[in-house]
Every structure is written in C-alpha cells, then in structure tokens.
C-alpha cells in the first residue's frame, strides 16, 4: 500500500481538515487572539490530526502489505482468509468477515460437488457391472442364435436402452432447467409409448396388464414423465410376482390428478418405504441382486423439478402403489 495512493483516498478529508483550519484562523484574527492562542491552536489541531492521519496509515499498510504478501505467495489463492491477521480497523474486519464468508461458501460447494462426484462414480461402477448382464446375455444368444426366440434378443436390447437412458437423465438431472419443456401432453400417449417399449418384458413374463381413464391431459415435460414411468414399470416387472398384474389409472382427489400405477408384486418392506428415494438405495428386496437403487431417485428428483409430486404405499407380498401427483399451479417450479 503506497503512501500516494493513501493521500489520494484521504484527499476529501484533507481538504476538509484544510478548509476547517483555515476557517478557524480566520475567525481567530477577527476576534484578535493573541499570538499564543494561534500557535496552540496550530500546534494541537495539526499534532492531532497528523497524528491520527499517520496511525491511521500504518495499521492499514501494514494489513494491505501482509494481504498482498500473503496473496502473491499463495498457489491456492482461495486460501487467502486463513492467513489474514486480524485487523483493528473496521473496512479490514469487513474485508476479512467477507473473505472469510466467501470461502466458507466455495468449500461448501467444493464438498458438494465432489459428493455428488464421489456418488456419480459409484454409479457408473454399478451401471456398468449391470450393463454386463444383457452384454453377456447377447453374446450366449448370438452363439445360439437358431435356437433363442427373437423375443429374448429383443429384451436385452431394451434392457441395454433402459440403462443408458438412466445414466444419460442421471446426468441431465444435474442441469435441469437446460433440458425441460413444458406443455399440455396426453397421460394416455405417454404411458403407452413406454409399455410399447416394454411390451417384450410384459410378454415374456406374461404380466397382465390394465389400463383405466387415461384420456387426461397434464402440463409436464413429455420426455422426463415417460422416464419416470418407465422407471416405474421396471421396478414393477422386476419385482413381480407368480402371477405378475399392472394396472394404470387416474384419479382426482381434492382437485388434484393423480396417476398411479399399481402392481401385485412383491411389495417394500414398512422399514424401507422412508428410504425409498434415497440415492443408491436398494433395501432388502434389492440385495443379492443388481439393483442400483438409482431409479427411484431420479423419479423423485424429476418430480420434484417438475413441481410434481411421487408417493409410494407398499405392503409385503400383497404389492406396490405408486402415486403420481400433477398440481397444475407448480409446473413451473423447475429446479
């Protein structure tokens, strides 16, 4: 901090100090003061002044030179607030409080994002340990391709596309506002895109299917509902039971639609249902298998940046409820 910068930042108050001294010896030379009165005057107003003006200087050079210092010295520069001294003036208190505060809130954000870093890995190992499965599937089908129904073939293709299609929302889910639109579409449309989709699984395990009042209309985005209830699906062929059934219908309660989709499948453990939206979370019906846990996470994540709302009710061996709820006031609460 050089001494000319300082004088120029203090020029107002000099000038001031100036206009204030030559007033007052004015004034004394009206009321004819005597020749001591005028040199105590200049000796205390000058001695005081100077003296607050160079004290004042130091305490400031001396915090600006180590803030310098210490910032040419750093390689990681956002360090800088930890090596401050504490300084006894107040523009340097606020100058290190927003230091402080400003690094606080990047580590924050640092820690944030190498979690959800750390969490996207661990996925990728799981998605990748699952894409083995209809990899090696294929590879037995294509070495036995004149005895294997096309039906199978078909199946691990669509298993392949459901998994890259997760990992690709998991990644747009990050930045969602990049990637929505959001318009009237047809429940009906959209929930029978994603059974044609899955119409080889319905048939091979010969899941009966039914589908009730969908002729409905909701302001939501076409692409990341039909993920969502695809997601759905999944959970309900996989975890289907001897004589798997499905059945899609809507409902209004209070004046709020509902789609909800409703299977006869295993069912979700009481203790689970609090967790089931958890990232990564398989609970007991997903151990020993390959479940990743992700699906249910990325419906809710969605949901909830669509302004929608995703309940489950569950009970053992008796099957699973999933609740779809659009209010068409919050479409636009996109995250």
Same mark, same amino acid.
């Given at each position: ?11 107002? /108050? ?8 030559? =007033? ?20 205390? &107003?000058? $001695? +005081?002044?100077?003296?607050? =003006? ?26 800088? &607030? ?58 037995? +089908? ?5 005895? @294997? ?31 929505? /639109?959001?318009?009237?579409? /047809? ?7 994603? @059974? ?29 509902? $039909? =993920? ?41 453990? &009481? ?11 398989? $609970? ?29 009710? /569950?009970? @053992? ?7 779809? &709820? ?10």
């Amino acid at each position: 901090m050089r001494f000319v910068d300082y004088l120029k930042e203090k020029s107002l /108050s000099i000038f001031l100090f100036v206009l204030y001294f030559s =007033f007052m010896l004015v004034l004394f030379s009206l009321f004819h003061f005597t020749f001591f009165l005028y040199f105590f005057f200049i000796v205390l &107003s000058l $001695g +005081f002044y100077c003296g607050m =003006f160079f004290y004042d200087y130091v305490r400031k050079c001396h915090f600006y030179n180590h803030l310098q210092k210490q910032l040419d010295q750093l390689d990681k520069k956002y360090l800088l &607030s930890e090596l401050l001294i504490n300084p006894h003036f107040l523009e340097g208190k606020i100058l290190s409080e927003t230091l402080y505060e400003a690094n606080k809130s990047m580590e924050e954000h640092i820690v944030d994002y190498r979690n959800r870093l750390d969490d996207f890995k661990e996925y990728l190992e799981l998605w990748i340990h699952e894409m083995k499965i209809p990899l090696s599937n294929l590879h037995f +089908f294509l070495h036995n391709y004149e005895t @294997i129904p096309k039906e199978k073939l078909a199946l691990q293709l669509v298993r392949l596309e459901d998994e890259v299609e997760r990992v690709l929302f998991y990644v747009r889910s990050e930045t969602a506002e990049k990637d929505y /639109s959001i318009k009237l579409f /047809s429940l009906k449309k959209i929930v029978h895109e994603v @059974i044609q989709k899955q119409k080889d699984a319905f048939i091979d395990y010969k899941i009966h299917l039914e589908l009730n009042n969908l002729e409905q209309e909701v302001k939501t985005d076409q692409k990341w509902l $039909g =993920f969502i209830v695809g997601q759905i699906i999944q959970n309900s062929i996989q975890y289907r039971s001897k004589k798997p059934e499905i059945h899609i219908y809507t409902v209004y309660e209070n004046d709020i639609l509902k789609l909800i989709i409703e299977d006869n499948g295993i069912g979700i453990p &009481s203790e689970d249902l609090p967790r089931v939206f958890d990232k990564t979370f398989t $609970g007991q019906n997903g151990r020993g298998t390959n479940a990743t846990g992700i699906g249910l996470f990325l419906s809710k994540r969605l949901m909830d940046q669509l302004g929608h709302k995703i309940e489950i009710e /569950s009970e @053992i061996d008796i099957g699973t409820k999933v609740i779809l &709820s659009f209010y068409d006031n919050h479409y636009y609460d996109v995250c």
